[in-house]
T-cell receptor, first 117, second 115 residues
């Protein structure tokens, strides 16, 4: 089945540094990928929609200059958390669709646990 | 977006069928019902989806009422590994309009399978 790979699975960084998270579709091309964030005991919240070759679309309340998204190819999207602060500590999850039909399911990566100290 | 309502938690005995309900009374005619689950500290896993007809795959069955206002996910023989949060989602179009789409997650149902 379709596989979405995220890297790294866990990262610890110091406050003020930047962290890059990669999301790859391993066996299919994804023109659109989605980035979600999940705080403890809460549901997934959509942060942004990543479009190959164009600017990402951010959800209300998500700072585009803080969460930089690059979707440079049909199999790779990256999320960079810039100048990270402890409140950015969260579980970040990407997803991608396998095709262009309306009812194709989205598949998710296994997430990246970010801890900012 | 059509909203879904699910019970916050359910228990099921190991080996028995787990029936997880979902209400989506405002669903529109071309919206599909999707089910995903999330095991602790992992990404969501796709289970099944449907429009009008009942669906079955190797993981589960999906029963959608005739008026489409509610559905039930059935895990026929629950195991301990089925303990997870189960999300019922009605699909919307994403901004790109390219056929891909976003999923809006509610709080889901925390299913605990008990030995």
């Amino acid at each position: 089945g379709a596989v979405v790979s995220q890297h790294p699975s866990r990262v610890i960084c110091k406050s003020g540094t930047s962290v890059k998270i990669e999301c790859r579709s391993l066996d299919f091309q994804a023109t659109t990928m989605f980035w979600y964030r999940q705080f403890p005991k809460q549901s997934l919240m959509l942060m942004a929609t990543s479009n190959e070759g164009s600017k990402a679309t951010y959800e209300q309340g998500v700072e585009k200059d803080k969460f930089l998204i690059n979707h440079a190819s049909l199999t790779l999207s990256t999320l960079t958390v810039t100048s990270a602060h402890p409140e950015d500590s969260s579980f970040y999850i990407c997803s991608a669709g396998t095709g262009s039909s309306y009812n194709s399911p989205l598949h998710f990566g296994n997430g990246t646990r970010l801890t900012v100290t | 977006d059509a909203k879904t309502t699910q019970p916050p938690s359910m228990d099921c005995a190991e080996g028995r069928a787990a029936n997880l309900p979902c209400n989506h009374s405002t669903i529109s005619g071309n919206e599909y019902v999707y089910w995903y689950r999330q095991i602790h500290s992992q990404g969501p896993q796709y289970i099944i989806h449907g429009l009008k007809n009942n669906e079955t795959n190797e993981m589960a069955s999906l029963i959608i009422t005739e008026d489409r206002k509610s559905s039930t996910l059935i895990l026929p023989h629950a195991t301990l590994r089925d303990t997870a949060v189960y999300y019922c989602i009605v699909r919307v179009e994403a901004y790109s309009g390219a056929g891909s789409y976003q999923l809006t997650f509610g709080k889901g149902t925390k299913l605990s399978v008990i030995p």
